[in-house]
């Protein structure tokens, strides 16, 4: 089975600066997707940013990138320019042939 | 477009009580998705829809838990009786079709507190 495993329970960072979350997976699939969501307190999962398993290039999303190293099974989320409303809970998910596996969440704190 | 709604948000019941939960997923996903997620950790499926068609049940304790997604749009969840250990928030989500890239849109969740 898949598991996604997330050592940063809590996390924080200034206003402006950046922050980077980390993320491995153990799967011996060859194809799959790799995801951030976010969920802030309102409790609703945003997609933040994805991964397809094939694509040597990283994935960026304006101020979301991720660096996504295959052989080492790592899948890390880098914020920049943080922001106070990017505080929130932030999952790496992983989809295989099954169904979308999820890490234990990383609590991301902004400080002003 | 509208996102997935879900009520209700809150609910508190005593054990042994039942309690269900509806979904109204995004128009036109044909997948719809129940999780379970318990404080602190991330979501866990229970069960994946196709249409109206349960393709992937294998988490849904079936002792006490059911669901139903009549018509292939809306679904409901629930258990009979609840436990002290169902206290968690449940949400539902919806896509177009599952594949391995597909992104899933998620609704608030309901909020359950088995007293």
């Known amino acids: 089975a898949q598991t996604v495993t997330q050592s940063q329970p809590e996390m924080s960072v200034q206003e402006a600066e950046t922050v980077t979350l980390s993320c491995t997976y153990d799967t011996s699939e060859s194809d799959y997707y790799l995801f951030w969501y976010k969920q802030p307190p309102s409790r609703q999962m945003i997609l933040v940013i994805r991964?397809?398993?094939?694509?040597?290039q990283n994935a960026t999303e304006n101020r979301f990138s991720v660096n996504f190293q295959k052989a080492a099974k790592s899948f890390s989320l880098k914020i920049s320019d943080s922001q106070l409303g990017d505080a929130a809970m932030y999952f790496c998910?992983?989809?295989?042939?099954?169904?979308?596996?999820f890490g234990e969440g990383t609590q991301l704190t902004v400080n002003p | 477009e509208a996102g997935v709604v879900q009520s209700p948000r809150y609910k508190i019941i005593e054990k042994k009580q039942p309690v269900a939960f509806w979904c109204n997923p995004i128009?036109?996903?044909?997948?719809l998705y129940w999780y379970r997620q318990n404080l602190g950790q991330g979501p866990e499926l229970l069960i994946r829809y196709e249409n109206e068609e349960a393709v992937d049940d294998s988490q849904l304790p079936k002792d006490r838990f059911s669901a139903e997604r009549l018509k292939g749009v809306d679904s409901t969840l629930k258990i009979q009786p609840a436990e002290l250990g169902d206290s968690a928030v449940y949400l539902c989500?919806?896509?177009?079709?599952?594949?391995?890239?597909?992104?899933?849109?998620f609704g608030p969740g309901t909020r359950l507190l088995v007293l």
């Open positions: 991964q397809e398993a094939y694509k040597q």
């Open positions: 989500a919806s896509s177009w079709y599952r594949t391995l890239g597909e992104t899933q849109y």
């Open positions: 998910a992983y989809s295989g042939g099954s169904r979308l596996t």
């Open positions: 128009s036109g996903h044909n997948t």
